[in-house]
């Protein structure tokens, strides 16, 4: 049984930064995608970021050139860097390992609990 486990969540100002973490029990999942999705109140959950067991990556165009995804495959962990922060990033940020290098949700296998981002002043 894989649980991911997310911290680093919190209130933030805009134009803040904060870094999420994530931590996988279970099995390796070194050679798996990992990512982070998040979902806004009344909305959808949607693709934020995600990384291959390579290192290739791919971005929301939201989140293009503030947010970096990173992993480290010894620790069996994901990472994502969140810098410019704005309004529009609150949400809580889910982890997730799947297969496939795809945005979409339903190809992800695991999934965290959430850990809750809010930016305001």
């Known amino acids: 049984q894989v649980q991911l486990v997310e911290s680093g969540g919190g209130l933030v100002q805009p134009g803040g930064s904060l870094r999420l973490s994530c931590a996988a029990s279970g099995r390796t999942l070194s050679r798996n995608v990992m990512g982070w999705f998040r979902q806004a109140p009344g909305k959808e959950r949607e693709f934020v970021a995600v990384?291959?067991?390579?290192?290739?990556?791919r971005y929301a165009d939201s989140v293009k050139g503030r947010f970096t995804i990173s992993r480290d495959n010894a620790k069996n962990s994901v990472y994502l860097q969140m810098n410019s922060l704005n309004p529009e990033d609150t949400a809580v940020y889910y982890c997730?390992?799947?297969?496939?290098?795809?945005?979409?949700?339903?190809?992800?296998?695991?999934w965290g609990q959430g850990t809750q981002v809010t930016v305001s002043s």
């Open positions: 990384i291959t067991s390579g290192g290739a990556t």
């Open positions: 997730t390992a799947g297969d496939v290098f795809t945005t979409t949700r339903d190809f992800y296998n695991y």
